[in-house]
């Protein structure tokens, strides 16, 4: 069946290192995107992409690093420059055709929850 | 840009009906996005409004007035698995997909 992946489901940090957040989609859609939650806050995108081997910083980008090799892969990279990362990390996917014309839904993987220790 | 604004928190009783009020003011505007959340797990799409009005989907429905920056979800015959967070997110013009998401209204549901 279709849909979004994300591994692991809980992710512990230790200081300066860096950790890869999974995310895989077998919906064959064009864009991707990677949002943190934290409590009391809205979801914040921290980079998107929209077409294999492209991506585009979002609102809070510093910190992290990704890449799109694969229409189906956009793995999330969060560095030791990242000071707080202990949050809730969603990824989401879309079709991505011409979206100032349609409807363009967004459909959310599980989530990874990352700890600092 | 982005402001949204929605109620922290609501509670209603099993049956009853309730309306999740949001009001935005965005860089542009192509549409609006409702998302429901359940603690520690991911949204999933509740409704989509790009005109004004209403749109009816079962037990949600959506309304959206532009001019006003203004949305809401009605939700009836509210059942205790909709005790959750729902979210706001309009779409700025010229942003790709990008949205802009709402801190979410925490719905609680009480017998």
């Known amino acids: 069946d279709g849909g979004i992946t994300q591994s692991p489901k809980y992710l512990f940090r230790k200081e300066g290192q860096n950790v890869t957040l999974s995310c895989e989609q077998n919906?064959?859609?064009?864009?991707m995107y990677w949002y943190r939650q934290d409590p009391g806050q809205g979801l914040r995108l921290i980079y998107y992409s929209q077409i294999v081997n492209d991506f585009q910083k979002g609102d809070i980008a510093e910190g992290y690093s990704v890449s799109r090799e694969k229409k189906e892969s956009f793995p999330l990279t969060v560095t030791s420059a990242q000071k707080n990362p202990t949050a809730f990390y969603l990824c989401?996917?879309?079709?991505?055709?011409?979206?100032?014309?349609?409807?363009?839904?967004?459909?959310f993987g599980p989530g990874t929850r990352l700890l600092v220790l | 840009g982005q402001n949204i604004d929605q109620p922290t928190e609501m509670t209603a009783t099993e049956g009853a009906i309730v309306q999740i009020n949001c009001t935005y003011q965005t860089s542009g505007f192509n549409g609006l996005f409702w998302y429901q959340q359940h603690a520690g797990e991911a949204p999933t799409f509740l409704s989509y409004?790009?005109?004004?009005g209403l749109e009816e989907k079962g037990r949600f429905s959506s309304f959206l007035s532009r001019s006003k920056g203004y949305s809401y979800l009605l939700l009836k015959e509210l059942q205790m698995k909709d005790s959750a967070s729902y979210l706001c997110a309009p779409r700025p013009m010229g942003g790709g997909n990008k949205l802009t998401f709402g801190t979410g209204t925490q719905l609680k549901v009480e017998l």
């Open positions: 409004n790009v005109l004004d």
């Open positions: 989401a996917s879309s079709r991505g055709v011409r979206p100032s014309l349609s409807q363009e839904t967004q459909y």
């Open positions: 919906l064959n859609h064009d864009a």
